[in-house]
C-alpha cells in the first residue's frame, strides 16, 4: 500500500483527510503512483501533471525520504521505503514571489 501526502487544495478537492493511500502494480514510480491517483480520485487529473504531457506542474514538486524527485524521470523506480508504505510520497505545493 503506498501512501501519498498531498498538499492541502489538492485534498480539499479530492474530498480526503490525511494521506491517500493506493494499491500500485509492478514497479513503484512516480508515473504509477498519480496513475493510480488519478484513477482513484478523477477530480485530481490535471492538477499535479499536465493531461497532455503528463510533466509535473510548474508548482508542485515531489519528495520520497527526504530526497527531491520533481527532476527525475517519472519512471525511476522509487526508494523501498515509499514502495512499502513505510514513507509517503510527499506532493509538496512550491513556494514562489519575492
Do not use: N
Amino acid at each position: 500500500m503506498i501512501r501519498v501526502e498531498l498538499p492541502g487544495h489538492l485534498r480539499t478537492l479530492a474530498r480526503v483527510q490525511g494521506d491517500v493511500r493506493l494499491e500500485v502494480e509492478g514497479a513503484v514510480t512516480v508515473r504509477r503512483v498519480l496513475d493510480a491517483l488519478e484513477a482513484k480520485y478523477p477530480m485530481l487529473r490535471g492538477t499535479i501533471r499536465d493531461q497532455v504531457t503528463q510533466e509535473r506542474r510548474a508548482f508542485l514538486r515531489f519528495f520520497a525520504c527526504e530526497e527531491d524527485w520533481s527532476f527525475e524521470s517519472l519512471d525511476a523506480v522509487l526508494p523501498e521505503a515509499v514502495a512499502s508504505g513505510r514513507e509517503p510520497l510527499l506532493v509538496i505545493g512550491a513556494v514562489a514571489g519575492g
